[in-house]
């Protein structure tokens, strides 16, 4: 089977563009598997969170899923096309990475 | 930027976590540095299981019979003096940790103590349901929060430990979102970074698990041992696809309910391995010989399709499956799996390392200054580990590392030199933009290349293999980043983590090739037995940039019982 995943991508400094990737995968398999088969097959500089990959105990994943909050690790591929874009409340980092952190916990811009 | 603390903890899971709030107490001021989020990146969020120490809740119990246990376990190598704290303080902990409401399971009025194996009585606490680890982190950050003089920074992945005149001082770092360069300057430095076990193709790990802290402080120039110590977990939860579970969740389930392991063409096999008459009493096959079955199936063409072997509660009553364990049904069930209907699949998963940072009873290195704690420090599980007793270690050692890294800065003048810094500052800043290979793909390589060659099962031939390939791989990922600056910048990331993974690669293959005997965790298919003469502990260092091995003086058995 094989997911066509539709990527916001950009930093604050340059516009944000799509780029489509298409990844092959077995029923199960999450959006985080396939954006770490992006990454090790097609384009190694695509930015996403995520620490704990299976548990859903890190909480980091989280993104904009076919325009819903979700977390990347909980919700499973499926074929045809799947929107994914960073959280739209939180200050873009890069690609799929937001500024997720409390602002105690931050180097920056402490509150 | 330039930052300046007493204390620097690196890496924010129990220990560290537990180090920063005892450094604090004791009046250190304290920067708590995490390359992920604070409290959620390494394997202490992960824990879904239990939590030992000898609380005597349930039954009558004293930290000598917890000792004794962890001794057992440890065959013949453990540092006993951390050992012996371990379970001396851990009550303490546990309770001190109940007192900030974690919520241990209760059952009338104590707490709930299940007996795990290894243990000689019930002993292991639990958070309900299958949120030890969770629990365990949230109680601590609250604990963070409420604590004066602790700054927390996460993104913040520390690159190198300075060192000047033999003195740990500070740090160098990369933080990550910004993609600036960080020095941070440290009376004291304690490495609380976790274990390796990312390392192998199947593993229970998180990203952050590379091992960072095994090459930070062999850098900075302190020891590690029993490197070549990484326990597998043999029934490791392998297909289908499970998320938001404990990959050794099917331990318990296997202990309880007797769930039946079947190869590729839905044989039992356990039997045929059980020639030697080893048997624990609940299983058919002790844990080493039952990872040693699985993977002797898969090498002879009768594993299961993933690679592993089926695991089947087909036998077990839908009711009892409930009874036993209704809410992970459910969760199950989220998967899409039933366990009265189908098969899983599980295999042996790089699970927890034994071995690393060489400390003393303050836990310091063998480097001024530089302290260890948690999952990075080897010596107080020698050759293997019992379960519940991970998590115990990150608290009890990460509060004696924050006690003595307080005491430590609050006596002494900083050493800080931003000279000393330089080469790791010059290193970030060197970036040379070129077509390198996938790093990606490298670390998936590397992994295959661990769990085929410095596996469970060794010999001296692929141990050969494996340092000829680290060797050359290392050669190839070349002096300089491909690429730095960037706001989190996923090929600096991976080339950082390969610089260390490779580093810590070796330095469980070299001792792994050079102890020809099996114990514990390290089994060795050309040497079987036990050899008397390996009861010592094998030392690794750095040595003009590569690992060099020494071997330390025999652990001659204490005279008293
Ligand atoms: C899935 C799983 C289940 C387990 N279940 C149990 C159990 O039931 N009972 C038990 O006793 N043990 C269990 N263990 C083992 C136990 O959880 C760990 O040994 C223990 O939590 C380690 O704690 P720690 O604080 O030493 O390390 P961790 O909790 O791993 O924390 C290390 C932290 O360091 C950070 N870090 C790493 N490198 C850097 C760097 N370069 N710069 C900055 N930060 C860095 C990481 O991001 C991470 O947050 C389990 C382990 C796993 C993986």
């Known amino acids: 089977m094989k997911a066509t995943l539709e990527i916001k991508r950009g930093t604050p400094a340059a516009p944000q563009h799509v780029e489509t990737f298409v990844v092959p995968f077995e029923p199960g398999q999450s959006i985080l598997d396939g954006l770490r088969a992006v990454r090790h097959d097609t384009d190694p500089t695509l930015a996403f969170r995520f620490a704990c990959i299976n548990a859903n105990a890190c909480k980091e994943c989280m993104m904009l899923i076919d325009g819903k909050v979700d977390y990347a690790c909980t919700v499973k591929l499926k074929e045809g096309v799947t929107t994914l874009a960073p959280l739209p409340k939180k200050a873009l980092v890069r690609d ?16 | 930027m330039h930052l300046e603390t007493d204390v620097l903890v690196i890496g924010a899971g129990g220990a560290g976590m537990y180090a920063a709030l005892e450094a604090a107490r004791a009046g250190a001021s304290v920067i708590l540095a995490d390359r992920s989020l604070i409290g959620r990146g390494g394997a202490t969020v992960m824990a879904q299981m239990t939590v030992a120490a000898a609380l005597g809740e349930q039954t009558p119990d004293s930290w000598e019979f917890h000792l004794a246990d962890t001794l057992a376990a440890g065959r013949g190598l453990c540092n006993e003096t951390l050992s012996a704290m371990l379970c001396q303080d851990g009550p303490a902990r546990i309770r001190e940790m109940d007192a900030w409401k974690v919520g241990w399971a209760r059952e009338g009025d104590h707490i709930t103590q299940i007996h795990a194996p290894g243990h000689d009585r019930p002993r292991c606490v639990y958070v309900d349901v299958l949120s030890t680890g969770p629990a365990v982190s949230r109680t601590l950050r609250t604990q963070l929060n409420l604590a004066s003089g602790i700054r927390r920074i996460g993104d913040l992945a520390i690159v190198d430990i300075v060192v000047r005149d033999g003195q740990a001082c500070g740090a160098v770092a990369v933080h990550l979102s910004s993609g600036e360069t960080v020095t941070l300057a440290a009376k004291s430095v304690i490495i609380a970074t976790g274990g390796l076990t990312r390392l192998y193709r199947r593993n229970s790990a998180s990203f952050n698990m590379g091992g960072d802290g095994y090459a930070l402080a062999l850098r900075a120039g302190a020891e590690l041992i029993d490197m070549e110590f990484v326990q597998f977990f043999p029934i490791g939860h392998l297909a289908p696809r499970l998320v938001g579970m404990d990959p050794i969740m099917w331990d318990p389930f296997r202990y309880k309910l007797g769930g039946k392991l079947l190869n590729g063409d839905l044989q039992e096999f356990e039997e045929a391995y059980a020639s030697d008459g080893r048997n624990d009493g609940n299983y058919v096959l002790t844990r080493d010989r039952a990872t040693y079955a699985i993977s002797k199936e898969v090498e002879a063409g009768r594993g299961s399709p993933a690679g592993g072997a089926y695991l089947s509660f087909q036998h077990v009553p839908d009711a009892e499956l409930r009874r036993a364990f ?131 099962f060794r010999t001296d031939e692929k141990l050969r293999e494996a340092i000829v390939e680290i060797d050359r791989m290392t050669a190839d990922l070349g002096a300089a980043p491909p690429s730095s600056g960037m706001t989190f910048d996923p090929l600096l990331i991976d080339w950082l983590d390969l610089r260390n993974m490779l580093q810590v690669a070796k330095s469980v293959a070299v001792p792994a090739l050079a102890r020809t005997e099996s114990r514990g965790a390290h089994q060795r298919d050309d040497h079987p037995g036990l050899e008397e003469a390996w009861t010592l502990n094998q030392i690794i260092t750095l040595n003009g940039g590569d690992v060099a091995l020494e071997r330390g003086a025999s652990i001659s058995k204490k005279a008293s019982a």
Not at chain 2, 387 to 410: C, D, H, M, P, Y
Not at chain 2, 420 to 430: E, G
Request: one cysteine or more; hydrophobic letters at 45%.
């Open chain 2, 326 to 456: 209704g809410p992970v049904i459910d969760r199950l069930a989220a998967n899409g799996i039933d366990l009265t209907k189908q098969l899983v699949e599980v295999a042996p998963i790089a699970h927890y390392h034994m071995g690393g940072v060489r400390v003393d009873a303050a836990m310091q290195s063998t480097i001024p200054g530089l302290y260890a704690c948690g999952e990075a420090i080897g010596g107080a599980n020698g050759a293997n580990r019992l379960s519940g007793n991970a998590i115990t270690e990150a608290f009890v050692f990460g509060a004696r590392a924050g006690q003595s890294a307080a005491k430590n800065a609050l006596s002494a003048a900083s050493h800080w030199s931003h000279e000393a810094a330089s080469p790791t500052v010059d290193l970030l800043r060197s970036a040379d933009k070129r077509d390198t290979p996938n790093l990606a793909v490298a670390v998936t390589d590397l992994q295959a290349l661990m769990a085929d060659k410095v596996g469970p």
């Open chain 1, 96 to 111: 799929l990475v937001t500024e997720i952190a409390p602002p105690d916990e931050r180097l920056h811009g402490r509150g």
